[in-house]
């Protein structure tokens, strides 16, 4: 029997709903049919404080100081702090953007070491993550750099709708002259050999979305298209490749239009962010493409306003936990196995 993949889980920022989310996640036992889940970070700061009628389902981990001792059958642990937090749920702090970072950098280490197979990250805190040695504007932007990439992709996943960009965490104003044709034609490629790494689709089709109203309007409203985006679709045409566009966005995906294809490419973050987070926000998930590892992630933030009320919703972070088993377990060349 092949070993279960073993997936690091860093916290996210402790102020937020980071350690709800993972704990009510790992409250189901089934998880562990699947994957052996481990939680960068001591379980007492974590989980303690939770309301006592919510931990009346016992949730115990194997604690340990090292991920080579983690073991199958519950979930651990590995310890990446010493020191008391003193956290406020909903107020972040130094201490809670601290804690983010020791235990997303813990677990890359392993990861990079061979000790994990996969890592989910809970949400953090753009601005209360960084510090001399993280600047970053997102998960994305540092794990591109940590392991080692020239590029990766953002591509959110649900059930029936794939959403890649082509740039991300960067001012709108700095969009049209980061698009260019070299930069969409590496994100193109990573998009296509994801869903064939990734999914299992040998023959992907991908549309590519305008970068401006109506897809420029043969020129009226901008001459991207013509000049960009075009241009280097017609080139992934003539390789083969079932790669369609460009389309105007609005009406893409007011029509449905996405039902047709395998993935759509939008140029940037809100063009696909907002209609991917729209029709798919509770069991969407983040995964990061063109890397050497799996990451995943739930397509939400920290949710400051929702921290210590437990009401937050679990099902992205859960279905983040299953896309990455399902990802480690293809790129494995195992056979994935149907939860639904």
Same mark, same amino acid.
């Given at each position: 029997?092949?070993?279960?993949?073993?997936?690091?889980?860093?916290?996210?920022?402790?102020?937020? $709903?980071g350690p709800e989310i993972i704990y009510k996640t790992l409250r189901d036992v089934r998880l562990l049919k699947y994957c052996t889940p481990v939680v960068y970070g001591t379980a007492t700061v974590? +989980?303690?404080?939770?309301?006592?009628?919510?931990?009346?389902?016992?949730?115990? +981990?194997?604690?340990?100081?090292?991920?080579?001792?983690? %073991?199958?059958?519950?979930?651990?642990?590995?310890?990446?702090?010493?020191?008391?937090?003193?956290?406020?749920?909903?107020?972040?702090?130094?201490?809670?953007?601290?804690?983010?970072?020791?235990?997303?950098?813990?677990?890359?280490?392993?990861?990079?070491?061979? *000790?994990?197979?996969?890592?989910?990250?809970?949400?953090?805190?753009?601005?209360?993550?960084? %510090?001399?040695?993280?600047?970053?504007?997102?998960?994305?932007?540092?794990?591109?750099?940590?392991?080692?990439?020239?590029?990766? *992709?953002?591509?959110?996943?649900?059930? &029936? /709708?794939?959403?890649?960009?082509?740039?991300?965490?960067? #001012?709108?104003? &700095?969009? #049209?002259?980061?698009?260019?044709?070299? @930069?969409?034609?590496?994100? @193109?490629? $990573?998009?296509?050999?994801? /869903?064939?790494?990734?999914? !299992?689709?040998?023959?992907?089709?991908?549309?590519?979305?305008?970068?401006?109203?109506?897809?420029?309007?043969?020129?009226?409203?901008?001459?991207?298209?013509?000049?960009?985006?075009?241009?280097?679709?017609?080139?992934?045409?003539?390789?083969?490749?079932?790669?369609?566009?460009?389309?105007?966005?609005?009406?893409?995906?007011?029509?449905?239009?996405?039902?047709?294809?395998? %993935?759509? /490419?939008? /140029?940037?973050?809100?063009?696909?962010?907002?209609?991917?987070?729209?029709?798919?926000?509770?069991? !969407?998930?983040?995964?990061?493409?063109?890397?050497?590892?799996?990451?995943?992630?739930?397509?939400?933030?920290?949710?400051?306003?929702?921290?210590?009320?437990?009401?937050? &919703?679990?099902?992205?972070?859960?279905?983040?936990?299953?896309? %990455?088993?399902?990802?480690?377990?293809?790129r494995q060349g195992q056979v994935v196995e149907k939860r639904r």
């Amino acid at each position: 029997m092949s070993q279960l993949p073993r997936l690091g889980i860093s916290v996210g920022d402790l102020a937020g $709903i980071g350690p709800e989310i993972i704990y009510k996640t790992l409250r189901d036992v089934r998880l562990l049919k699947y994957c052996t889940p481990v939680v960068y970070g001591t379980a007492t700061v974590l +989980f303690d404080d939770f309301p006592t009628e919510e931990r009346a389902e016992p949730l115990t +981990f194997r604690q340990v100081r090292a991920a080579a001792d983690i %073991a199958p059958g519950k979930p651990n642990a590995v310890t990446c702090w010493d020191e008391d937090f003193v956290l406020t749920p909903g107020q972040p702090s130094a201490a809670s953007g601290a804690a983010a970072r020791q235990s997303l950098l813990a677990a890359c280490r392993d990861l990079k070491e061979g *000790l994990l197979d996969g890592i989910v990250t809970a949400p953090i805190s753009k601005e209360n993550t960084q %510090a001399d040695d993280f600047r970053y504007p997102g998960h994305t932007e540092f794990l591109t750099s940590f392991f080692g990439a020239s590029e990766s *992709l953002m591509f959110l996943v649900s059930e &029936d /709708l794939r959403v890649a960009t082509v740039t991300g965490h960067i #001012p709108l104003k &700095d969009v #049209p002259s980061r698009v260019t044709k070299e @930069l969409l034609t590496k994100k @193109l490629r $990573i998009l296509l050999a994801s /869903l064939r790494q990734d999914f !299992g689709i040998q023959k992907p089709r991908v549309a590519v979305l305008g970068l401006n109203p109506h897809a420029g309007e043969k020129g009226l409203l901008g001459t991207e298209e013509a000049d960009i985006v075009t241009p280097v679709i017609e080139q992934f045409l003539a390789e083969g490749h079932l790669v369609y566009g460009p389309f105007p966005a609005d009406g893409y995906f007011g029509t449905r239009q996405y039902h047709q294809f395998d %993935a759509t /490419l939008a /140029l940037y973050h809100d063009q696909g962010l907002i209609p991917f987070k729209t029709l798919a926000f509770e069991r !969407g998930v983040n995964f990061t493409a063109g890397l050497p590892i799996v990451r995943t992630s739930p397509d939400h933030g920290t949710a400051y306003g929702l921290a210590g009320t437990f009401k937050a &919703d679990e099902t992205s972070f859960r279905e983040a936990l299953y896309l %990455a088993c399902d990802l480690v377990r293809q790129r494995q060349g195992q056979v994935v196995e149907k939860r639904r």
